[in-house]
């Protein structure tokens, strides 16, 4: 099953590709992670990336079509992916569009996390996330056993570099402005599966799955 999560920052494409990987046993595929893994690295695509990420505008196309061309060569991608942050621009939709038409491959749903942005601010604001495995907290609404510390592998938590107030409200501008019209772009196809983004993280994954497994059904109910 090849699945695409999209919706704004903080909506929560992280926190449900985990457990959608999971439960499908696809590999969860974000852009954001491979780009800060190379800022932290300091590699060629990490210097690339690095000035775009800290002012929460895009990396330019070309550098995040490459990095899904390598990624969906790798064999753990047989049995479908999910992507998480990719595409974020029409030109990418297409670039994808045409990478999977080469190998006879099909995009089945696209899942549409749709929220408020004064739950966004709020969710970004107290997240920390762990440095050695990547689980995700919120101070608040997921808070870790132990401050600072990660429940599943004792690691240190820290704070994305782009959660910072003004970082956040660009990132939310620049989603409106140049993903908004991949989400037309996928409702076009057919594809495009809307979920409510509020509650809590079980009830919104059960939507998910809900929506992969009987989509036709809801789709005749008319209920997106
Ligand atoms: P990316 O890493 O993709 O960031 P984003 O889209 O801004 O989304 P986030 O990762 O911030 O949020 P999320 O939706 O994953 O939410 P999460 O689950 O963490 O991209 C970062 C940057 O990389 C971009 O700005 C760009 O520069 C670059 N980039 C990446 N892909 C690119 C591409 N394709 N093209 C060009 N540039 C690209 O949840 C957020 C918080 O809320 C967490 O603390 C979590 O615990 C909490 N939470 C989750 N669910 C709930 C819930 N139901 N209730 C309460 N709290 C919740
Ligand atoms: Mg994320
Ligand atoms: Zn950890």
Redesign the pocket.
């Given at each position: 099953m090849n699945l695409i999560?999209i919706?704004?920052?903080?909506?929560?494409?992280?926190?449900?590709?985990k457990l959608i990987a999971e439960r499908y046993r696809i590999p969860q595929i974000?852009?954001?992670?491979?780009?800060?893994e190379a800022v932290r690295n300091g590699s060629a695509l990490g210097v690339k990336?690095k000035a775009?990420?800290i002012?929460?505008?895009?990396?330019?196309?070309e550098?995040?079509v490459g990095i899904?061309e390598d990624r969906l060569t790798q064999r753990d991608c047989g049995k479908g992916f999910l992507l998480?942050?990719?595409?974020?621009?029409v030109a990418?939709a297409d670039a994808l569009e045409s990478m999977l038409g080469k190998r006879g491959m099909v995009i089945d749903h696209v899942i549409n996390?749709e929220i408020e942005v004064e739950?966004?601010i709020g969710?970004?604001r107290?997240?920390?996330?762990c440095r050695r495995c990547g689980a995700?907290?919120?101070?608040t609404?997921?808070p870790p056993k132990k401050e600072g510390i990660c429940d599943q592998c004792g690691g240190s938590l820290y704070q994305?570099d782009?959660?910072k107030e003004e970082t956040i409200r660009s990132?939310l501008r620049?989603?409106a402005r140049q993903t908004g019209p991949v989400i037309q772009y996928y409702a076009s196809e057919g594809l495009v599966r809307s979920i409510n983004?509020?509650?809590?993280?079980d009830?919104?994954f059960h939507r998910i799955v809900e929506v992969i497994e009987n989509g036709e059904a809801y789709a005749k109910r008319g209920s997106y």
């Open positions: 999560i919706g704004p920052p903080g909506s929560g494409k992280g926190t449900q590709g974000s852009t954001g992670d491979i780009l800060r990336a775009s990420m002012r929460g505008e895009l990396v330019p196309d550098v995040v899904i998480d942050g990719f595409p974020r621009t990418q996390i739950e966004l969710r970004l107290g997240r920390r996330t995700m907290y919120h101070f609404f997921n994305r782009d959660d990132r620049v989603y983004g509020f509650g809590c993280i009830d919104i």
